[in-house]
Protein backbone atom coordinates (compact mmCIF):
# COMPACT_ATOMS: atom_id res chain seq x y z
CA UNK A 1 0.00 0.00 0.00
CA UNK A 2 1.36 3.32 -0.74
CA UNK A 3 1.85 5.70 1.88
CA UNK A 4 -0.23 9.08 2.25
CA UNK A 5 3.01 10.79 2.34
CA UNK A 6 4.31 9.14 -0.76
CA UNK A 7 0.54 9.76 -2.70
CA UNK A 8 1.16 13.76 -1.63
CA UNK A 9 4.61 13.47 -3.03
CA UNK A 10 3.35 12.08 -6.25
CA UNK A 11 0.96 14.65 -6.55
CA UNK A 12 3.08 17.35 -6.13
CA UNK A 13 5.64 16.22 -8.37
CA UNK A 14 2.96 16.07 -11.01
CA UNK A 15 2.30 19.63 -10.53
CA UNK A 16 5.73 20.61 -11.58
CA UNK A 17 9.29 21.02 -10.77
CA UNK A 18 10.29 24.53 -8.43
CA UNK A 19 13.52 24.61 -10.85
CA UNK A 20 16.65 26.66 -10.92
CA UNK A 21 15.67 29.19 -8.59
CA UNK A 22 15.49 26.98 -5.28
CA UNK A 23 18.53 25.10 -7.05
CA UNK A 24 20.00 28.62 -5.92
CA UNK A 25 18.97 28.87 -3.15
CA UNK A 26 21.36 27.45 -1.98
CA UNK A 27 24.50 27.74 -4.64
CA UNK A 28 27.75 29.40 -3.70
CA UNK A 29 27.43 32.72 -5.81
CA UNK A 30 29.67 31.83 -8.77
CA UNK A 31 27.42 29.24 -9.57
CA UNK A 32 25.06 31.23 -10.83
CA UNK A 33 27.26 32.24 -14.13
CA UNK A 34 28.24 27.92 -14.87
CA UNK A 35 24.34 26.48 -14.32
CA UNK A 36 24.40 25.09 -18.01
CA UNK A 37 26.08 22.12 -18.89
CA UNK A 38 29.22 22.70 -21.71
CA UNK A 39 28.61 19.73 -24.39
CA UNK A 40 31.63 18.34 -23.35
CA UNK A 41 30.08 17.61 -19.87
CA UNK A 42 30.19 13.93 -18.76
CA UNK A 43 26.51 12.39 -18.12
CA UNK A 44 25.50 10.72 -14.58
CA UNK A 45 22.68 10.53 -12.38
CA UNK A 46 21.88 10.30 -8.67
CA UNK A 47 19.38 8.90 -6.56
CA UNK A 48 17.60 10.65 -3.81
CA UNK A 49 15.70 7.95 -2.09
CA UNK A 50 13.17 8.46 0.70
CA UNK A 51 12.40 5.78 3.28
CA UNK A 52 10.30 5.72 6.57
CA UNK A 53 11.60 4.89 9.81
CA UNK A 54 10.55 5.08 13.32
CA UNK A 55 7.45 6.76 12.03
CA UNK A 56 9.60 9.93 10.39
CA UNK A 57 10.41 10.07 6.85
CA UNK A 58 14.91 9.90 5.91
CA UNK A 59 16.84 10.13 2.97
CA UNK A 60 19.93 8.50 2.16
CA UNK A 61 23.53 10.45 1.89
CA UNK A 62 26.72 9.23 1.36
CA UNK A 63 30.05 10.97 2.75
CA UNK A 64 32.64 9.69 0.65
CA UNK A 65 36.11 8.93 0.92
CA UNK A 66 39.37 10.89 1.16
CA UNK A 67 40.37 11.05 -2.79
CA UNK A 68 42.83 13.52 -3.60
CA UNK A 69 42.12 13.16 -7.49
CA UNK A 70 38.41 13.47 -6.36
CA UNK A 71 37.25 17.00 -6.48
CA UNK A 72 33.60 15.86 -4.33
CA UNK A 73 36.56 14.00 -1.48
CA UNK A 74 35.00 13.73 1.76
CA UNK A 75 31.99 15.57 0.37
CA UNK A 76 28.46 15.04 1.27
CA UNK A 77 26.14 13.53 -1.91
CA UNK A 78 23.95 10.94 -3.38
CA UNK A 79 24.38 7.87 -3.94
CA UNK A 80 24.95 7.82 -7.90
CA UNK A 81 27.55 8.26 -10.76
CA UNK A 82 28.53 8.46 -14.26
CA UNK A 83 26.39 6.60 -17.43
CA UNK A 84 28.34 3.85 -18.34
CA UNK A 85 27.70 1.95 -21.58
CA UNK A 86 25.67 -0.63 -20.18
CA UNK A 87 23.30 1.63 -18.58
CA UNK A 88 20.08 1.85 -20.54
CA UNK A 89 19.45 4.81 -18.98
CA UNK A 90 20.11 7.78 -16.65
CA UNK A 91 17.70 6.37 -14.37
CA UNK A 92 19.23 2.57 -15.00
CA UNK A 93 22.53 4.62 -13.64
CA UNK A 94 21.59 5.77 -10.42
CA UNK A 95 19.70 2.78 -9.55
CA UNK A 96 22.76 0.92 -10.98
CA UNK A 97 25.24 3.32 -8.82
CA UNK A 98 23.24 3.06 -5.55
CA UNK A 99 23.21 -0.53 -5.76
CA UNK A 100 27.50 -0.38 -5.99
CA UNK A 101 27.76 1.99 -3.69
CA UNK A 102 25.45 1.46 -0.48
CA UNK A 103 24.36 -2.30 -1.63
CA UNK A 104 20.70 -0.93 -1.75
CA UNK A 105 19.19 -3.68 -4.61
CA UNK A 106 17.41 -1.66 -7.49
CA UNK A 107 14.11 -3.54 -7.22
CA UNK A 108 13.58 -2.59 -3.91
CA UNK A 109 13.03 1.49 -5.28
CA UNK A 110 10.01 2.98 -6.60
CA UNK A 111 10.99 5.91 -8.82
CA UNK A 112 8.55 8.87 -8.71
CA UNK A 113 10.66 10.54 -11.43
CA UNK A 114 12.97 13.16 -12.38
CA UNK A 115 13.94 16.25 -10.29
CA UNK A 116 15.64 19.30 -11.92
CA UNK A 117 18.95 18.28 -13.82
CA UNK A 118 22.43 20.19 -12.23
CA UNK A 119 25.74 21.00 -14.04
CA UNK A 120 28.40 20.97 -11.55
CA UNK A 121 31.56 22.32 -13.23
CA UNK A 122 34.48 21.49 -10.71
CA UNK A 123 34.05 18.09 -11.90
CA UNK A 124 32.13 18.41 -15.38
CA UNK A 125 29.32 16.21 -14.41
CA UNK A 126 25.86 16.90 -15.83
CA UNK A 127 23.40 15.35 -13.24
CA UNK A 128 20.08 14.06 -13.70
CA UNK A 129 18.96 13.49 -10.01
CA UNK A 130 16.14 10.81 -9.59
CA UNK A 131 13.36 10.84 -6.42
CA UNK A 132 12.65 7.85 -5.16
CA UNK A 133 11.36 5.39 -2.32
CA UNK A 134 11.68 2.31 -0.53
CA UNK A 135 8.43 0.73 1.69
CA UNK A 136 11.44 -0.44 4.10
CA UNK A 137 14.07 1.41 5.98
CA UNK A 138 17.69 -0.12 3.70
CA UNK A 139 19.89 -2.95 4.15
CA UNK A 140 22.97 -0.92 3.14
CA UNK A 141 26.35 -3.17 1.81
CA UNK A 142 29.06 0.27 1.72
CA UNK A 143 31.49 0.23 -1.03
CA UNK A 144 34.34 1.12 1.25
CA UNK A 145 36.35 2.29 -1.57
CA UNK A 146 34.25 5.12 -2.28
CA UNK A 147 31.78 5.74 0.72
CA UNK A 148 33.44 6.41 4.21
CA UNK A 149 29.63 7.03 5.95
CA UNK A 150 25.80 6.21 4.81
CA UNK A 151 23.54 9.17 6.62
CA UNK A 152 20.55 8.68 6.92
CA UNK A 153 18.92 12.17 7.12
CA UNK A 154 15.22 12.80 8.71
CA UNK A 155 13.86 15.21 6.79
CA UNK A 156 12.92 17.13 9.17
CA UNK A 157 16.48 18.26 9.71
CA UNK A 158 16.72 19.69 6.63
CA UNK A 159 13.31 21.63 6.89
CA UNK A 160 14.24 22.71 10.08
CA UNK A 161 15.49 26.70 9.39
CA UNK A 162 17.80 26.39 12.46
CA UNK A 163 19.83 23.93 10.30
CA UNK A 164 19.99 26.60 7.19
CA UNK A 165 23.35 27.73 7.96
CA UNK A 166 26.20 29.95 6.32
CA UNK A 167 30.05 29.50 6.47
CA UNK A 168 33.71 30.01 4.86
CA UNK A 169 34.11 26.60 3.26
CA UNK A 170 37.91 25.49 2.23
CA UNK A 171 37.97 23.50 -0.55
CA UNK A 172 41.09 22.36 -3.23
CA UNK A 173 43.25 25.64 -1.42
CA UNK A 174 40.45 28.03 -1.85
CA UNK A 175 37.78 29.69 0.50
CA UNK A 176 34.34 30.13 -0.56
CA UNK A 177 32.90 33.31 1.24
CA UNK A 178 29.81 32.79 3.17
CA UNK A 179 28.35 29.41 1.52
CA UNK A 180 24.64 28.32 1.74
CA UNK A 181 24.77 24.72 3.74
CA UNK A 182 22.71 22.19 5.46
CA UNK A 183 23.62 21.78 8.81
CA UNK A 184 22.72 17.76 9.37
CA UNK A 185 24.07 16.67 13.22
CA UNK A 186 27.31 18.63 12.67
CA UNK A 187 27.81 17.90 9.08
CA UNK A 188 28.38 20.44 6.44
CA UNK A 189 25.54 19.17 3.12
CA UNK A 190 26.69 21.94 0.41
CA UNK A 191 27.52 22.47 -2.89
CA UNK A 192 25.36 20.27 -5.73
CA UNK A 193 23.96 18.10 -2.93
CA UNK A 194 22.26 20.96 -1.16
CA UNK A 195 20.95 22.56 -4.21
CA UNK A 196 19.03 19.59 -5.08
CA UNK A 197 18.10 19.01 -1.62
CA UNK A 198 16.81 22.94 -1.74
CA UNK A 199 14.63 21.34 -4.58
CA UNK A 200 13.36 18.71 -2.44
CA UNK A 201 11.96 20.78 0.14
CA UNK A 202 10.23 22.50 -1.93
CA UNK A 203 7.93 19.74 -2.87
CA UNK A 204 7.74 17.46 0.66
CA UNK A 205 4.12 17.68 1.74
CA UNK A 206 5.56 18.57 5.41
Given at each position: ??????E?L????A??L???P?Q???????R?K???A????RQS???I?????????????T??V?????P?S??I?????S????DA???AC?L??TH???????????I???M??L????S?F?V??Y????????Q??????E??????V?L?I???????K???IQ????TL?N???F??N????W??T?????????????
Amino acid sequence: MTDTFIERLIERHAQGLPGRPFQLKKAVLARYKTMDAPPTARQSAVLILLFRKTNEWHVVLTERVGNPNDPHSNQISFPGGSLEAADASLEACALRETHEEVGISPEKVKIIGKMTDLYIPVSNFFVQPYLGWTSEPPQYQRQPTEVKNILEVPLSILANIDNHKFADIQVRGMTLPNVPYFDVNGKIVWGATAMMLSELLEILPL
